[in-house]
């Protein structure tokens, strides 16, 4: 990971540990009916797909969508983890460019991560991409311009708007660690929504299609998510990896995982 971004990384950690071990009461219920939410932030009317509570503020900042709406209102291009450069020895090797057509990669939570454009550059370019903040949907308009990349807003856990079967590959990074924290202090809750958006995954991924997740706050709640599925076989177990031209992960600061879909 880039020097500038250590920082970052360590008040994460340290606020996830201050926000989601510190309470002991659990405060968030499952609603089991599906609303639909205008949010407040977006200038259009825009539909969030979620049925689900969020934390309340002094529990889990990660886990709220407002807080990372704020965020995005305040800062417009910021990379979490690694950017595309550190990650593409890695996700080229896993999901190989053919000279035909690119691969169909989906994005979710691509936030104000402006290294996407990147990826796109390269050619990766049947790309889509969403967030549930719809100001991180703004950015990542601002700053793809004018290239066919679809961007939506969609909460990862209810992808209503996507089809099955339909992607070749997934890149997501610091999404899942998010959605773990949506539980805040309800560790059974936060598996739950973790579990929703690894079955999301699934469905709107091809058999023989592959995810990478780069996570680092909830790495093992993560992996668990994907181990605990029949869905997925594992290709890289979050370990030192790698890859057959000698690029090696120990620059990217957080576990490196990547899954194979072998069953619908
Ligand atoms: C740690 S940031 C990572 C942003 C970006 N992927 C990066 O690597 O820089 C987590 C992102 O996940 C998004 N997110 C959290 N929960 C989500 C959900 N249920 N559905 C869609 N996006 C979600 C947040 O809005 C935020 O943009």
Same mark, same amino acid.
């Given at each position: 990971?880039?020097?500038? !971004?250590?920082?970052? !990384? ?11 071990? $510190? ?21 259009? $009317? ?7 509570? %969020? ?8 886990? @709220?969508?407002?807080?990372?709406? %704020? ?5 417009? %291009? ?25 691969? @169909? ?7 104000? /991560? ?20 719809? %100001? ?10 004018? @290239? ?68 680092? +706050? ?8 994907? /181990? ?8 890289? /177990? ?15 600061? +957080? ?10």
């Amino acid at each position: 990971m880039k020097s500038y !971004l250590q920082p970052f !990384l360590i008040i994460f950690i340290s606020k996830i540990l201050a926000t989601t071990d $510190a309470f002991t009461v659990p405060s968030l219920k499952w609603e089991s009916t599906t609303s639909i939410h205008h949010h407040a932030h977006s200038s259009t $009317a825009t539909i969030l797909y979620s049925s689900l509570k %969020e934390p309340e503020e002094q529990k889990s900042n990660f886990g @709220r969508q407002s807080y990372w709406n %704020e965020c995005y209102e305040n800062e417009r %291009e910021y990379t979490w983890y690694a950017g595309w450069d550190d990650i593409q020895p890695f996700f080229t090797e896993l999901v190989p460019l053919k000279d035909s057509e690119s691969p @169909r990669v989906l994005l979710p939570g691509i936030g104000n /991560d402006s290294s996407m454009v990147d990826m796109f550059d390269y050619g990766y370019t049947k790309m889509s991409a969403f967030d549930y903040a719809s %100001e991180g949907v703004d950015c990542a308009k601002d700053f793809f311009g004018d @290239r066919d990349c679809d961007l939506q807003m969609a909460d990862a856990r209810n992808l209503v708007s996507y089809e099955d079967d339909s992607y070749d590959a997934i890149l997501e990074k610091g999404t899942l660690d998010a959605i773990y924290l949506s539980g805040a202090n309800d560790k059974e809750l936060a598996a739950k929504h973790l579990k929703m958006a690894v079955d999301e995954m699934s469905r709107v991924l091809k058999k023989g299609g592959v995810v990478m997740s780069i996570t680092a +706050a909830c790495a093992d709640a993560v992996k668990d998510a994907f /181990d605990n599925s029949e869905h997925w076989q594992v290709i890289h /177990d979050g370990s030192f990896y790698v890859t057959e031209d000698g690029y090696t992960s120990n620059n990217i600061d +957080a576990t490196i995982l990547a899954y194979e879909k072998v069953s619908n």
